[in-house]
Every structure is written in structure tokens, then in C-alpha cells.
């Protein structure tokens, strides 16, 4: 058995001069404009979630005064009393800053960024500038949204999925301008995906360190690759919608307007081609880092590497034929419905096959509970959940009785939020190191993930039972409803745990901005990993390392016979290691 | 790097384009043929054209076979979209 | 930058690095963004197939409405700009960055032409009176719609369709335009581009010879259907 020397024997970049506006605020650093998209993101996550406890707070007590609703103006909230118009802003905005301005930008946005050219042994990505103007085009996105909250008569109302004709003409939404600005914003995050995408997929491609083959790459950036595609190919179609519904709005076309022959359906066709792809760009990043998380928990390899590639694969392919599924209610073509209820119980296998595979990761692994773990392992049992909700909506006659309920809200946030954002909270504490010089409190995290835990299930769980019961989504006042009173102590139920665990974030957030200056020193490998990143000083310098790794193995090695410790990185070379050798190309 | 080859004779596919798309007028505005004939004879026309500057403008016909599946993956895509669209008029 | 790269030749693969796709960066970058460049227009040409297969009336018939001559001409201008293209890339290839300047020139000229004669049909299109939301009250193509020329049902779509199609395509084409004359005044007049390097010729190339193929489509399903 051969011993490994625990210190790197990497060489990290020097130190740069660059004037303080190109080091962090124009800067082309990879991992300056991952922190870059962290900042911004974490905000659009607050921002979500304040607009959720107004719902909340209508839905438990309906048509009461919101304390703190005098703020509000009297045409959305007259003494603070939340009119239908707002709420269905609410809702709204609540799942658009949600979806494109909080998890999406958390996932790609920031660990694309960071975590892909550290993790594969190159100084940067391909194309640094165009890195740049994707965080910019996102930050003025983000900018118009928020402003579109502002303007007269209010913001986009016709639900996150923006369903046309309701969206296209001001008689029938009552917005104006807002409709608009959302339009424009989706079209800038669009732009920001793409030009991020193509980074990253040519950098995966083309920039890995010599030994970095692609079968001994983490999974983190498998999936992130796999995610990047699925960006590439399904924004644009995303662009090209909002852009026609934007010429609905104000230039006169009748895309969607039946009225003038155009075709409501088609809306819904390209939002979904689009929206189905991109909920895996919402979740595969996700069970990507867990996939790290979880091995490095476990101290033991992930079990079957080759087939959670391969079930990554699968998702993203098949992903590509299930959009009708959000659809089953729509009147579209019933045959068609069938031929994407038969794909989407298939999509189930390949999601089915990382769960066990982690589960096979953990099953007599040497577990460190540290927070990290916790929140990798609350996603795997929380995404299970949510799967399995899935299967029941597949089903498209069992749809039929539970589409736009709450029953389909509980599913979405099992899985963006026992799913991703878990894994979120999992990956910001572990790669916090890498990124900051410093460690966040382990006890703080163990008190906020507890905390979260527990409460999150309390907010989502009832809501199958809500939507089995037949509450409908969008909804403004259960309580108009009789079929629906017996359940308002329900909803009041939800709505208290719904305010505390919103609360319950503060703890997440000050330890967050506390750490940044009064956290522990980070140690190199504080988690004894074995990635790429790990060879270098925490905070990672600019440019990365002098010289590109060499890479020896593949990032898994916990508990290895061949290891004193119980991790071996994937830059150590032992003895009996031969040095990669590159294939020989004409011309090179 | 492209597979070492002889350079294509871009006069000739310049030629051939031409061609190609004047049998395109001729058939939209001239013969007498039936509505969906045309229709095809049109579509294959348009994609021939587009498959001769695919292959020899951008020379994909000399490029590694990787990089040919990753030009034309996004087509079935499209294909799938666009077919699923028109089945809703079809029932 | 600290890294010892930076005396690599720019047309191969960053080295040392896995071998990849044995393409350059700036082209595997380029065909990468292509392929989006491809579903976009799917979106858009896909809303044309589908509304007007699924239109419950007549479809305008072709050459009515849109002037099939110039258009065809400018098809052809911009096909020969495509092949001005590869022979500035085949120039470069060579080893000629005098025969390479000269045609890329000519694209540029073509495709400013192109842009040109587009605008011109646009503003010709306007005044008789079809605009991006149909058929315009009290114009001259009012009247032919009104003796059933054209049908009332469809012209809606047929301008939407129309205007947004050829408008993001035009759109594409400018932007090419603009890049190819910053690197002609950046790069390849001060004679930045050599025999071993001429990836941004290759590169920007890619994108012109997209432009011309998503014209191809367009012209035979817009103009000739």
C-alpha cells in the first residue's frame, strides 16, 4: 500500500494586477462571474420568496388586510387587502423570478461557471469575454423584471407559463406595459443561456487537462454538459416564442390570437417544447453536485458512474418528447397525448436509476453527516417524492382529475425545491470554501437545514392532499368554494409554516454574508475530496493553476486500497501511475 | 482538423445552386403540376440546396463525423416540434 | 494571462488538453452556437408551417403579394456572396491575404446589397398596404382582397408570418455584415490573417454560409409556396 502525500503538487496561478472594475465587476474570470451570478441570484431567490408569502398570506386569510400591505398601492391592495389582480401577479412573477432568475442562474449561472473549468483542469473557459455579456444580458433581465413590477397596471398576470391569448392582449390581461417588459426580459435571458451554453459546452470539449478523459469526469460537470445542451437547443425556441408574443403585443401579428386565425394551442406547443426541456435544466445540475456531495459523504465511489452518465443521457433525450404532458387538459390532439403519456412513464427509469445508485453510494459508506450531506441526502429522498407524484400525473386519465391543482404544486416543489434547491443549499456550503477563502458555520447549517427540513414538508405535503381534494391552482379565495372550506384549516396551516420557513432563511443568509469575512480560514481540501479544484489554495486564484494538472484517475477514489487516507485525488500520481499520452493527429 | 482532401470546386457548386434555383421558379410559376407535387418537388429542391452548402461551403463533408451528428442534431428536434404541431389540424 | 499557452498556434486545439474534438475553439464555439441558430429558426419557421397548415382558410397565392424577381435576385446575390465567402477562406488558405481581402470585400458588398434591396421591398411592401398585422384599410392591396384576389381569413398570418420571418433573417444578415467589416478593418486589412492563422475568416465564414442556407429554406416556403 503506497502513502499519499496529502499537499497538492499543483502549481497555482500568481497573483494579477488588475484594476478593482475588471477584477470583479467587468471580469472575465470564470469564477468572479459565477459569485457574480451568486449575488445577484440569492437576491431574485428573496425576491421569489417575499412574493410567496403575499400568496400565502391571501390564501390562509382571504381577503384580510396584509400587515405590512400598506406599502402596497391602492389599485393592487386597497388597505392592504390583496385584490385578484395582484394575486394573480403574485403568482405570476413568483414563478417566473423562481424559475429564470433564482434556480436557473443558481444551477448554471453560478457552478457552470465556477465549478467546470476548475473541475477540469483548464485556466479558464473558452470564451471569456462572451462569458461576461451572458452575466450582463442576465443582470439586465433580471433589471427589467423587477421593473416590470413597477410600471401602471402592474406586471404580467397570466401565470409563469404565460398561456396566449390572455397574455398577447391588454383587454383580455388588463396589464400593458408589464406584459411587455416580461417579453423582453425572457428574450435577454435567452440570449444570456445561449451565450453561456456555448462556453461551456466548448470548453468541456475541447479544454480538458491531459489524463481528464471523459469517463473520469464528475458527474457535476457531466451533467452540467448534458444541461448546457439542453440550454443551447431549447432557449431559443423560448427567444423565438416570447419574440412572437411580443409582436402580438405591440406590433399587431396574430400568432396566437384565434380571433384573427392565429392558434392558442401553438403557445402553448413552443412554451412547452421549451418548458419541458428546461425543468431538467433545472434539476440534472442538481443531481449532478449531489452525485459529488453524496460520494464524498459516503467516502465510497458513486456506485454505477457508467450508468448515471447514461441516465443522464436518457433524461436529456427523452426530455425532448414529453412536453405534451403539461398539456393533457389543453384539447389537443388526444392521440398525440397518448404517444407523451407512454414518454414521460418512460422518463421515470433513468430518474429512477441515479436514486438507486445513490442509495447504493451510501449503503455501507463511511457517512460524514457534515451539512452538505444533509442537504444532498434530503434531496434524494425529497426528489423520490416528487418522481413519484410525477408517475401519478403521467397517467394522463388520472391528469385529467389533478392538472391545475394543487396536487401539481406540490410536485414542482418537491422537486425544484426538495430537489434543487437542496441541492443548492448543499452545493453554496461546499464549494463555499473554494470560492471565498472561507468556511460558512457547520452548526448554523445544521440548525437552518433541520429547521428547512422539517418545515418545507409541512408547507408542500398537504398541498397533494389539497389538490387531491380539488383545489385549483391560481387560485384567489378558497374559501368562495364550498367543497373546498373543509380544507382552509389547511391551507392556514401551510400558510404559518410557509412564513416560518421563509424566516428560517435568515439563518441561511447571515450565515452566508457573515462567513464571507468572519468565517473560518478554508483549509485547501476542507472535505477531502478528490476533485481538480481541491489542488488549489482556497480562495482559487485568477487564471487557476501556472501549469494544467495532469489528471490519473477518475474522481471517486474514496477508500481506496491503493490510498493511506481514505481519499485519493485525481492529480496525485502514484508509482505505478503512467502519464497520459496524447493521441497523435496529423498536423499536431 | 478536417481530413486532408481535394479543395471542392466551389464554381461548380455555385453552378449547380443557380440551377437549382431556377428549376425552382420554373416549377413554382411554370409547369402545370399538381399543388402537393409541388410542394415536395419544392421542399427537396430548397433542401438540396441547403445540403450543398452545408457539405461543401461550410465542408462538412470533410469534417470528423462528431462534429456532422452535433450540425445536425438540432433537426429532428425541429422535425418533432413542427410535426406535433400540425397533428393538431389532423384529428 | 499567466498561463504558457499563449504561443500556441491559434488554429489548433488548446494544448495540453485532451484532444477533444481536434477542432479550434473560435469554430467548435461557432458550429455550437449554429445549432441554437438552427432552433430558433425552427421556432419561427415551425409557426409558419403550423398556422398555415392548420389556417381553416386559402393561403395567398404565391408571386401576388411579394415580388418573386427581386427576390430571386437577391437570392442569387446572396448565394454568390456565400461563394465569395469560401473563396476568400480558400485565399487565405493559400497563403494569399491580398486575394483573401478582395473577397471578403465582396461578401460584404453583397451582403449590404442584400440587406439593401430587402429594406427596399419592405418600404415597397408598406405602401401598398401589407404590414405586419395584414392587409392595411384603403390600400391598393385592400382593393385586391375585397375582389377575393386575396383571401381576408389568412392575410393576418400571411404578414405576421411574413414580417417575422424575413425581419430575423435580415436581422442575422446585418449582423453579419457588421462583423465582417469590423474584422476586414481590424484584422484583415492590417494583414492579421496568415496562412497559419485565419480561424476568425473560417469562423465568421460558418455564420455567412448559415445565413445564406436559412435563406434558401425561406425563399422556396415564403416566396414560392
Not at chain 1, 412574493?51 to 400591505?69: I, K, N, S, T
Not at chain 1, 436557473?104 to 473557459?125: Q, S
Request: proline residues 6%; neutral net charge.
Amino acid at each position: 500500500m503506497t502513502t499519499v502525500a496529502a499537499t497538492a503538487h499543483t502549481t497555482p496561478a500568481h497573483h494579477d494586477d488588475r484594476s478593482f472594475i475588471r477584477k470583479y465587476i467587468f471580469s472575465t474570470d470564470h469564477k468572479i462571474i459565477g459569485i457574480q451570478f451568486l449575488f445577484v441570484s440569492l437576491f431574485f431567490l428573496l425576491i421569489g420568496g417575499l412574493l410567496a408569502m403575499q400568496m400565502r398570506w391571501q390564501l390562509a386569510y382571504p381577503g384580510q388586510p396584509m400587515p405590512g400591505g400598506g406599502i402596497l398601492p391602492e389599485s393592487m391592495a386597497p388597505g392592504g387587502v390583496i385584490l385578484p389582480e395582484y394575486y394573480i401577479q403574485l403568482v405570476t412573477m413568483h414563478g417566473t423570478f423562481m424559475v429564470f432568475f433564482a434556480i436557473m442562474p443558481l444551477l448554471v449561472g453560478v457552478y457552470a461557471n465556477f465549478l467546470i473549468p476548475l473541475k477540469i483542469g483548464t485556466h479558464d473557459m473558452a470564451f471569456p469575454r462572451i462569458n461576461m455579456w451572458s452575466f450582463w444580458a442576465f443582470f439586465a433581465a433580471g433589471l427589467v423584471m423587477l421593473s416590470s413590477l413597477f410600471v401602471p397596471d402592474g406586471a404580467a398576470r397570466a401565470g409563469w407559463t404565460m398561456y396566449a391569448p390572455l397574455s398577447a392582449r391588454h383587454d383580455y390581461s388588463g396589464a400593458s406595459i408589464g406584459q411587455e417588459l416580461w417579453s423582453v426580459s425572457i428574450i435577454l435571458v435567452g440570449l444570456s443561456s445561449i451565450l453561456g451554453s456555448l462556453n461551456y459546452i466548448t470548453t468541456i470539449i475541447n479544454n480538458r487537462a491531459p489524463g481528464m478523459t471523459w469517463f473520469r469526469m464528475p458527474l457535476s460537470v457531466w451533467s452540467l454538459f448534458i444541461t448546457a445542451i439542453l440550454g443551447l437547443l431549447a432557449l431559443p425556441v423560448l427567444s423565438g416564442a416570447a419574440i412572437m408574443l411580443l409582436f402580438d403585443q405591440i406590433i399587431g401579428t396574430h400568432f396566437f390570437d384565434p380571433a384573427a386565425g392565429g392558434q392558442a394551442l401553438l403557445w402553448q406547443h413552443l412554451f412547452w417544447f421549451f418548458g419541458h426541456p428546461e425543468v431538467y435544466i433545472l434539476i440534472l445540475p442538481a443531481m449532478g453536485m449531489v452525485s459529488d456531495i453524496v460520494a464524498n459523504g459516503s467516502r465510497k465511489p458513486i456506485f454505477g458512474y457508467h450508468s448515471m452518465v447514461f441516465a443522464i443521457i436518457a433524461i436529456a433525450f427523452l426530455g425532448w418528447i414529453v412536453w405534451g404532458h403539461h398539456m393533457f387538459m389543453s384539447g389537443m390532439n388526444p392521440t398525440l397525448g397518448s404517444s407523451f403519456m407512454v414518454s414521460t412513464l418512460v422518463i421515470a427509469v433513468p430518474s429512477a436509476v441515479k436514486v438507486f445508485n445513490w442509495m447504493g453510494t451510501m449503503w455501507r459508506g463511511n457517512i460524514q453527516f457534515h451539512v452538505p450531506m444533509l442537504n444532498a441526502v434530503a434531496f434524494v429522498a425529497m426528489f423520490a417524492i416528487g418522481g413519484l407524484s410525477g408517475i401519478y400525473m403521467a397517467a394522463t386519465p388520472v391528469d385529467m382529475f389533478i392538472h391545475d391543482t394543487y396536487f401539481i404544486v406540490a410536485h414542482l416543489h418537491y422537486v425544484l425545491f426538495g430537489g434543487s434547491l437542496f441541492a443548492l443549499f448543499g452545493a453554496i456550503v461546499y464549494w463555499y470554501p473554494k470560492m471565498f477563502g472561507r468556511m460558512m458555520s457547520e452548526r448554523w447549517g445544521k440548525v437552518h437545514f433541520w429547521l428547512t427540513f422539517v418545515l418545507y414538508n409541512c408547507v408542500f405535503f398537504p398541498m397533494h392532499i389539497l389538490g387531491m381534494g380539488g383545489m385549483m391552482r391560481r387560485l384567489y379565495d378558497p374559501s368562495q368554494y364550498t367543497f373546498l372550506q373543509p380544507y382552509q384549516p389547511m391551507n392556514v396551516f401551510i400558510s404559518i409554516s410557509a412564513f416560518l420557513l421563509f424566516a428560517t432563511q435568515v439563518i441561511f443568509f447571515v450565515n452566508f454574508w457573515w462567513s464571507l469575512k468572519k468565517g473560518k480560514p478554508a483549509p485547501q481540501n476542507p472535505w477531502n475530496d478528490n476533485g481538480l479544484e481541491w489542488s488549489l489554495p482556497s480562495p482559487a486564484p485568477h487564471g487557476n493553476w501556472e501549469k494544467v494538472p495532469t489528471v490519473y484517475r477518475g474522481p471517486y477514489e474514496f477508500s481506496s486500497p491503493q490510498a493511506a487516507e481514505d481519499f485519493l485525488p485525481q492529480y496525485t500520481k502514484l508509482p505505478t501511475d503512467r502519464e497520459p499520452v496524447r493521441a497523435p493527429v496529423a498536423g499536431h | 482538423m478536417e481530413t486532408a482532401h481535394k479543395r471542392p470546386n466551389y464554381i461548380l457548386i455555385w453552378v449547380y445552386l443557380a440551377v437549382l434555383t431556377a428549376a425552382e421558379l420554373a416549377l413554382a410559376f411554370e409547369l402545370p403540376i399538381s399543388r402537393n407535387l409541388k410542394l415536395l418537388l419544392l421542399l427537396f429542391l430548397a433542401v438540396w440546396k441547403a445540403a450543398l452548402v452545408g457539405l461543401f461551403f461550410m465542408h462538412l463533408k470533410f469534417e470528423r463525423w462528431n462534429l456532422r451528428i452535433m450540425a445536425i442534431i438540432p433537426l429532428p428536434l425541429a422535425l418533432i416540434f413542427i410535426l406535433a404541431g400540425m397533428s393538431e389540424h389532423v384529428w | 494571462m499567466t498561463h504558457a499557452a499563449a504561443t500556441v498556434d491559434q488554429m489548433l486545439p488548446p494544448y495540453p488538453a485532451e484532444r477533444g474534438l481536434d477542432v479550434y475553439n473560435k469554430k467548435l464555439g461557432m458550429w455550437v452556437f449554429l445549432a441554437s441558430e438552427v432552433m430558433f429558426f425552427a421556432a419561427l419557421i415551425g409557426t409558419y408551417v403550423i398556422l398555415r397548415f392548420g389556417a381553416t382558410g386559402e393561403w395567398a397565392k404565391p408571386g401576388i403579394v411579394l415580388n418573386i424577381k427581386i427576390t430571386a435576385f437577391n437570392t442569387f446575390l446572396l448565394i454568390c456572396s456565400s461563394v465569395s465567402m469560401v473563396k476568400a477562406y480558400a485565399a487565405i488558405q493559400d497563403g494569399d491575404p491580398k486575394k483573401m481581402r478582395f473577397w471578403l470585400l465582396m461578401t460584404i458588398l453583397g451582403g449590404a446589397a442584400f440587406v439593401g434591396i430587402q429594406v427596399y421591398e419592405y418600404i415597397h411592401l408598406v405602401q401598398h398596404g401589407f404590414v405586419p398585422s395584414g392587409v392595411r384599410e384603403g390600400s391598393e392591396l385592400a382593393e385586391l382582397v375585397a375582389k377575393g384576389t386575396l383571401p381576408a381569413a389568412t392575410m393576418g398570418l400571411y404578414g405576421s408570418t411574413f414580417y417575422t420571418m424575413t425581419g430575423f433573417h435580415g436581422f442575422h444578415v446585418t449582423c453579419g455584415v457588421i462583423s465582417m467589416a469590423y474584422l476586414y478593418f481590424t484584422k484583415a486589412l492590417p494583414g492579421k490573417y496568415t496562412k497559419q492563422d485565419y480561424g476568425g475568416i473560417e469562423t465568421v465564414g460558418l455564420y455567412w454560409h448559415f445565413v445564406d442556407l436559412v435563406w434558401i429554406i425561406l425563399f422556396t416556403i415564403v416566396y414560392l409556396i
